[in-house]
T-cell receptor, first 116, second 111 residues
Framework: NAGVTQTPKFQVLKTGQSMTLQCAQD?????MSWYRQDPGMGLRLIHY???????DQGEVPNGYNVSRSTTEDFPLRLLSAAPSQTSVYFC???????????????FGSGTRLTVV | DAKTTQPTSMDCAEGRAANLPCNHS???????VYWYRQIHSQGPQYIIH???NNETNEMASLIITEDRKSSTLILPHATLRDTAVYYC????????????FGKGTLLTVNP
């Protein structure tokens, strides 16, 4: 049981490049989310999904796309990277219902992205 | 979702109880109080949640006032590894999949 796995752990992109941040969970969780965290700030929600085939925008969705074709995977795509997207990105998953069955959201270890 | 207010930072001596307050005066009847923590550079970790009753698990206790306008997270015997940013989050009953993180409280446990 690996939990939430994010790849890569570190990435440097040039402005205008595109890339996909991968997120996979092996807990059969229905809910998955992507957050970004800038220095000294709390986490901000980018996109979320309440099940396969269902996605919605969070607080800061611009410049990012998501899809959820399977329960396990929830990739985050940067369409045309900008320096403002330099951040740490966290993926999280949870069972449905309040409290996620008593365990809340499980977070991955993060992807540290730098756009130059 | 109701807004929360937490102190920016707190100190606690190792082995003593750490009591972290959170104000959520605009909380409504179907909103839950969640606590997460983030140890430096790691992903946040779920601690505990509650609606109106006090809750306890292996990590902590959550005390919610009778009017539900504030709560306190209690770490009964703080260790150095409990040094982290602690986030108090309120979510509505139908949207617990969306967590709104504030800046949290930096708890520093001192030897």
């Amino acid at each position: 049981n690996a939990g939430v796995t994010q790849t890569p752990k570190f990435q440097v992109l040039k402005t205008g490049q595109s890339m996909t941040l991968q997120c996979a969970q092996d807990m059969n969780h229905e809910y998955m989310s992507w957050y970004r965290q800038d220095p000294g700030m709390g986490l901000r929600l980018i996109h979320y999904s309440v099940g396969a085939g269902i996605t919605d925008q969070g607080e800061v969705p611009n410049g990012y796309n998501v899809s959820r074709s399977t329960t396990e995977d929830f990739p985050l795509r940067l369409l045309s990277a900008a320096p403002s997207q330099t951040s740490v990105y966290f993926c999280a998953s949870s069972p449905p219902g309040q409290g996620g069955g008593g365990y809340g959201y499980t977070f991955g270890s993060g992807t540290r992205l730098t756009v130059v | 979702d109701a807004k929360t207010t937490q102190p920016t930072s707190m100190d606690c001596a190792e082995g003593r109880a750490a009591n972290l307050p959170c104000n959520h005066s605009t909380i409504s009847g179907n909103e839950y109080v969640y606590w997460y923590r983030q140890i430096h550079s790691q992903g946040p970790q779920y601690i505990i949640h509650g609606l109106k009753n006090n809750e306890t698990n292996e990590m902590a206790s959550l005390i919610i006032t009778e009017d539900r306008k504030s709560s306190t997270l209690i770490l009964p015997h703080a260790t150095l590894r409990d040094t982290a940013v602690y986030y108090c989050i309120v979510t509505s009953g139908g949207s617990n999949y969306k967590l709104t993180f504030g800046k949290g409280t930096l708890l520093t446990v001192n030897p």
